[in-house]
């Protein structure tokens, strides 16, 4: 084995997932705040974020089939080049003089935050399998961290900066992670299928859900699931305007949610000692399902903090366990499809939920919408549960 295989890769791909999710904190969970400041309604809010969204979930598999061929450019190739568009959208933002364009160029780096997921997850999992010494779920809890850091320090800056710093936190750490992931000693897999067939097994969406058709169950379970997470995210702000707080209750609130995730993401891997991950990626849609009927029934601020807590075993675990779960279930040939097609159920929760969440509230008001995420995420809770593979 050579050297760099026995190389610790945790703290760098720490690094990675940790800049990863202060994206994700900055352009998903301050979608609102940005949107409604540069003049957008929420149902207008709603079809930027849901056209973002199938605009993603078009391309996730194709550049996830064309990633997994032996021919194709490395992971890292393809994350940063994501990278230089998405600095290049955020210096943009900076300039845009009109409430079209700004639409537009914001919907374009949702996209681009979305297609990067899989990438990233699959950075760390491959990276594994090649036998690199990296624990997945304490890089993915650093992730959480910096989402919970962030999250607070950007509510407090813009209670007092306004939406200007949303676009300057956005380039901040586009240029970091560029850096860590120059850094990050990815070599892509020599590793080739054995004979064509496999291949030409899944070479479209429609081959590859015949191949594994129990997993093409537990996705729509999971869209269902991602659906009600993505209306309590996406309209965090106007949940928390509901409950009597502002842009600074809600970085707190989403910090406190960030944090929970710790306990789980720091000790997967001894969970996945006392159970197989399935069982832990089945417990998963009972407690998304709880979180959004907390978040409906809070009669005010100080018990919507209280009900954060459930993102422990919510988002949480599915972060962490739904990557292995992919994992462990996909051959070879189809790791960084498994983990588009996994990522792509958010992408579709998130499209949904968009259309959905913003003219909810704009006609029937924040509880309508809570009460539907409710439902959603039970419904997706019970699919995944009788749905989800037994695992090694």
């Not at 594994?128 to 910096?146: D, K, P, T």
């Not at 300057?168 to 000693?185: D, H």
């Not at 959004?292 to 599915?318: C, D, E, H, K, R």
Request: net charge positive.
């Amino acid at each position: 084995m050579s050297s760099v295989k026995t190389k610790n890769l945790t703290p760098l791909y720490a690094f990675i997932q940790g800049l990863y999710w202060m994206y994700f904190a900055a352009i998903m969970g301050y979608s609102g705040f940005y949107l409604l400041g540069s003049g957008f309604s929420n149902t207008e809010i709603g079809i930027i974020i849901a056209i973002a969204g199938i605009l993603s979930a078009v391309l996730q598999p194709v550049l996830a089939s064309y990633a997994d061929r032996p021919e194709s450019p490395s992971l890292k190739k393809f994350l940063q080049l994501l990278l230089v568009l998405q600095l290049i959208l955020g210096i943009s933002l900076l300039f845009c003089k009109s409430i079209l364009l700004t639409g537009v160029v914001y919907g374009c780096g949702v996209t681009l935050l979305q297609l990067l997921t899989p990438f990233i997850n699959s950075l760390g999992m491959e990276s594994i399998n090649q036998g690199h010494n990296l624990n997945f779920g304490i890089a993915r809890g650093m992730g959480s961290v910096a989402y919970a850091a962030l999250s607070y320090v950007l509510g407090i800056i813009t209670s007092r900066t306004g939406i200007t710093a949303v676009p300057v936190c956005i380039m901040i750490v586009t240029l970091v992670l560029m850096g860590c992931l120059a850094l990050f000693p990815f070599t892509k897999s020599s590793s080739v299928p054995t004979g064509d067939n496999s291949k030409k097994q899944t070479s479209n969406p429609l081959q590859f859900l015949r191949k594994y058709k129990r997993f093409t169950i537990v996705l729509v379970g999971c869209i269902l699931i991602y659906l009600g997470h993505v209306l309590l995210n996406s309209f965090t702000f106007q949940i928390v305007q509901s409950k009597g707080g502002g842009s600074s209750e809600m970085g707190t609130a989403t910090a406190i949610a960030a944090m929970s995730e710790l306990p789980t993401l720091f000790l997967f891997g001894y969970m996945l000692k006392k159970a197989r991950c399935d069982i832990w990626f089945r417990l998963t849609g009972i407690f998304f399902t709880l979180k959004s009927l907390g978040s409906l029934l809070a009669p005010n601020m100080t018990v919507f903090y209280g009900i954060q807590i459930f993102q422990m075993l919510g988002w949480g675990l599915m972060a962490a366990a739904s990557v292995y779960y992919v994992n462990s279930i996909m051959d070879a040939e189809d790791a960084i499809k498994g983990q588009a097609y996994i990522t792509m159920t958010y992408t579709l929760g998130s499209v949904i939920g968009a259309f959905l969440g913003g003219a909810l509230i704009d006609f029937s008001g924040v509880n309508t919408m809570l009460l539907f995420a409710t439902i959603s995420a039970a419904v997706g809770a019970v699919i995944i549960f009788f749905s989800a593979e037994k695992t090694a």
